[in-house]
C-alpha cells in the first residue's frame, strides 16, 4: 500500500496518449455540452460524474448516440437502491447497437470477430457477415415461437457462434444465458433449470489441452432434464451429425434476413449470469439490456480506450462474466478476439502468441495466469511481437505487485497496466482501466466513472488510507434488475445491502489511497482478523506464492468455540518441492517480514491441490466451513467446484481435528 511519500509511478501516459485518449475528448465535449468540468483532470471529472450523475449518465448516451427508438422521459425516475430505475420509458436494443458497425459501408468487411483455435488458425467473421448471420437466426428464433421474455440457453465454448446466438437472442427481445462446456450435467442444470430456457445451443465436444472431449452425452442429460425446450440447435465442432431432433446451425443461419431489433424497454432482461454459488443454488443474476448498453459503453469506450482499429483480447469462457463483457467490445466498433482452448496449450507463452498472431491492442487476462507466466519465466517481449498491444489488462484476482513488475520488464516498459476489480454481479468494473492517470505497483488506477466507489468502517464512515468495506453508494445502470425467482426481492436484498441498507456493500476490503488508487484486499467474509488487525488474504497469497516451492496456497481464519483463534495456511508445492523446516520457516519469515508478524500461520499443511470455483477462484469460506465440522453436503454445492475430490482433504482434516 502507497502513502503520500509513495514512489515514482511504474507508467505514467505521455502528453501525447493522454490527448488521443477517448476520454480526454469525452471530457472536452461534456464540458462545453453538460457542464463537465474543462480542467482538473480525471479526477475532476470523477467527482462531477457522482455528483451529478444524471447529467453524467445522459452525456454518455448522448456521446455513444445510443439509438432510443421510444425517448426517455427521466435519466432516473427511482433512485432507491435496490429498484433503482433508469432512462423510464426510453425503449432500445442491445444487438441492433453492437451490430452498427456494419452499416458503414466503409467497415461492413472488416473483421467484427476473429476466432483462434489451440493451433493458432484463425477464422475471421466481417460484421456484415455477424449481421447477416443474426439476422437469419433472429427471424429462426421467432419461427420457432421464441418471444419476448423467453430464456435462450447456450452450453458452448468461446466461438463465434455463441456470439451470433446471444446477439440473436437479443435481437429477439429474449433473454441470454450461457455454460461453457466444460461444466459438468449437474453444475449446468443447477444454473439453466433456474430459469427453463426454451432454446438450448449445444457443441458435440471442445478441444482443450490438445484434446478432443466428447459431451454429447451430457447434452442428452441436459435434454432429458429441461423440459420446457422446445429446440436443441447442434453446432458440429467436433464433426458429429446432429442427434435425433436436434437442428442443425447451418440450416438457421443460411438465410439472408434483415436483422429486425425489438424495441423492448430499458430495464428489461437482456442476460442471466451466475454467482460462484459455493454454497446453495448459485444466484441467478439478470441485467437489462439498457442497463449492460450504457455501462458497457462508458467502460469499454471510455475506460479501456477502445474503438474503430483496435482489437480486443481476453481470455474467458462463456461460464464467466467476462465473455459478456468482451463480446461487448462489437458496441465500440472493435474487432473481438475469441480464443477457445486452453490458457497454457502447447505452452504457458499461449496466450502472447495469440496476441502477436492477431494483433490484439487490448491484452486481457487473468493475474494468476501472469503470475504463472513469471514463475515459468516465460519472456513475451522477446519471444513475441507484442508491439501493438498497448495495454495489459488483469482481472480474477488481485494482481500482485510482483505481477506489475513483470509485465512492465517482461512485456514492454512503456506498457499501460489496468488491474481491474468488479463483479459477475454488474458485469462490470468498480475500479481499474484509466488511460489518463499513471499506474502505481500493486494499485487499481482509480474508481470507474459514475461509481461512488467507497471504504467503510463497520459504522459507514468513509476512510481514507484504511482498510474498509468496498461500497458504492449510488446505483449503477448494470446492477441487477432483479435475481430470478426471487419474487419479494429479498436474496438480492440479503446479498448486497443487509450490512448497509440502501447501500451496495459487495464483500471486498480494500483501500482508497491518499491519491486516489484502489488496492484490493481480498473478500471481506473471509478475511483473517487476528488480535483485531484485519488482512486479506490475497496480501498472504501474494508474499507466499512468490516462493518458487509454492505452486498455490490457501488460507483460512477460524474462530474457535474457546475463543481462539486457528489460521492454517495450505500449500500446494511446486513439483520436485518438500515441505522440510527449511521451506517452513522461510514461508513464516516471508509473512512476518513482508506483512505482519500477527498473521504468521499457526500451521502449515501441505494439500494435494487448491480448490476453486468453476470460474477459477479459490474457494475460501466453504474450506472454513469444512473446517468448523459443517458436513461436505451442507458447506458446498458440489456442482460450483473444479475438483470435489480436493475438499475431502478438508473436511478429513476437521474429522481429525474433533
Known amino acids: 500500500m502507497t502513502s503520500a511519500a509513495n514512489p515514482a509511478p511504474l507508467w505514467q501516459p505521455d502528453a501525447d496518449r493522454i490527448a488521443a485518449a477517448r476520454i480526454t475528448r469525452f471530457q472536452a465535449w461534456a464540458a462545453e455540452r453538460y457542464g463537465a468540468p474543462a480542467e482538473g483532470g480525471y479526477a475532476a471529472l470523477h467527482r462531477w460524474s457522482v455528483d451529478e450523475w444524471e447529467t453524467f449518465w445522459r452525456a ?49 468487411h472488416e473483421p467484427a470477430l476473429i476466432h483462434v483455435d489451440e493451433a493458432h488458425d484463425q477464422a475471421l467473421i466481417s460484421w ?36 451470433t446466438a446471444l446477439l440473436a437472442t437479443a435481437a429477439v427481445g429474449a433473454v441470454w444465458t450461457s455454460c461453457a462446456p466444460d461444466f459438468g450435467a449437474r453444475s449446468v442444470l443447477d444454473r439453466f433449470q433456474q430459469v ?86 448459485p444466484k441467478a443474476i439478470v441485467q437489462s439490456q ?27 469462457s462463456t461460464g464467466w462474466m467476462m465473455w459478456n463483457f468482451l463480446v461487448s467490445g462489437l458496441l465500440t466498433g472493435t474487432t473481438v478476439i475469441l480464443y477457445d482452448g486452453s490458457p497454457g496449450y502447447p505452452g504457458t507463452g499461449a496466450q502472447w502468441a495469440i496476441a502477436e498472431r492477431t494483433g490484439a491492442t487490448l491484452f486481457g487476462t487473468s493475474a494468476a495466469y501472469v503470475m504463472a507466466c513469471r514463475k515459468a519465466e516465460v519472456h513475451p517481449g522477446r519471444d513475441y511481437d507484442l508491439s501493438r498491444v498497448q495495454c495489459v489488462a488483469t482481472t480474477g484476482s488481485p494482481l500482485p505487485p510482483d505481477g506489475f513488475r513483470w509485465l512492465h520488464d517482461e512485456v514492454r516498459d ?64 448494470s446492477m441487477p434488475v432483479h ?28 483501500t482508497i489511497t491518499d491519491h486516489g488508487s484502489v488496492v484490493i484486499h481480498g473478500r471481506s467474509d473471509s478475511t483473517l482478523n487476528r488480535q483485531g488487525v484485519r488482512m486479506g488474504s490475497a496480501d498472504i497469497y501474494e508474499a507466499v506464492e512468490r516462493l518458487p516451492e509454492i505452486r498455490e496456497s490457501l488460507v483460512i481464519g477460524l474462530e474457535e468455540p474457546d475463543g481462539g483463534y486457528w ?27 513482508q506483512l505482519s508478524p500477527r498473521h504468521v500461520p499457526d500451521d502449515i499443511i501441505e494439500v494435494p491441490g487448491v480448490p476453486h470455483t468453476l470460474t477459477g477462484k479459490r474457494i475460501e469460506v466453504p474450506v472454513k466451513r469444512l473446517l468448523q465440522g459443517t458436513a461436505l453436503a451442507k458447506a458446498v454445492n458440489p456442482g460450483s467446484v473444479d475438483n470435489l475430490d480436493l475438499l475431502r482433504f478438508y473436511e478429513e482434516l476437521a474429522r481429525k481435528r474433533s
Not at 474503438?307 to 481476453?314: E, K, M, Q, S
Open 60 to 108: 454518455v448516451a448522448d456521446w455513444f448516440d445510443v439509438r432510443f427508438s421510444t425517448p426517455y422521459e427521466r435519466v432516473l425516475g427511482d433512485r432507491s437502491m435496490p429498484g433503482a430505475q433508469w432512462f423510464t420509458g426510453a425503449t432500445l436494443n442491445y444487438a441492433e447497437h453492437a451490430l452498427r458497425t456494419a452499416e458503414d459501408p466503409s467497415r461492413a
Open 128 to 163: 456484415s457477415e455477424l449481421r447477416r448471420q443474426v439476422g437469419s437466426l433472429a427471424a429462426e428464433l421467432r419461427a420457432l415461437g421464441v418471444r419476448p421474455g423467453d430464456r435462450v440457453s447456450g452450453y458452448l465454448p468461446n466461438i463465434p457462434e455463441a456470439v
Open 196 to 281: 427453463e430456457p426454451v432454446v438450448l445451443f449445444t457443441v458435440d465436444g471442445y478441444r482443450y489441452g490438445g484434446k478432443e472431449h466428447d459431451r454429447r452425452d451430457t447434452v442428452a442429460e441436459l435434454r432429458h432434464e429441461l423440459p420446457t425446450l422446445r429446440a436443441v440447435v447442434h453446432i458440429p465442432l467436433l464433426g458429429t451429425p446432429a442427434p435425433e431432433g436436434a437442428l442443425p446451425w447451418s440450416e438457421l443461419t443460411s438465410g439472408d434476413t434483415e436483422p429486425v431489433f425489438e424495441q423492448v424497454p430499458f430495464d428489461h432482461p437482456l442476460w442471466v449470469l451466475y454467482s460462484s454459488g459455493t454454497t446453495g443454488l
Open 290 to 316: 439498457g442497463g449492460i448498453l450504457l455501462e458497457h459503453f462508458k467502460q469499454l469506450g471510455l475506460h479501456c480506450d477502445l474503438g474503430p482499429g483496435d482489437r480486443f483480447f481476453w481470455y474467458t
Open 414 to 477: 512503456d506498457l499501460w497496466i489496468a488491474s481491474v476489480s468488479g463483479g459477475t454481479d454488474v458485469c462490470s468494473c468498480f475500479a481499474g482501466a484509466v488511460p489518463t492517470l499513471p499506474v502505481h505497483i500493486g494499485e487499481l488506477q482509480a474508481p470507474c466513472l459514475g461509481t461512488d466507489l467507497q471504504a467503510w468502517d463497520p459504522q459507514g464512515k468513509p476512510l481514507i488510507g484504511e482498510v474498509g468495506e468496498l461500497v458504492v453508494t449510488n446505483p449503477m445502470p
Open 483 to 510: 435475481f430470478w425467482n426471487d419474487a419479494d426481492g429479498s436474496r438480492y436484498r440479503d446479498s448486497y445491502f443487509e450490512m448497509f441498507p440502501g447501500v451496495w456493500r459487495h464483500g471486498d476490503w480494500i
Open 567 to 593: 489460521m492454517p495456511l495450505f500449500v500446494h508445492l511446486a513439483p520436485g518441492a518438500a515441505l522440510d523446516d527449511d521451506l517452513r520457516e522461510r514461508i513464516k519469515r516471508t509473512i512476518r517480514e
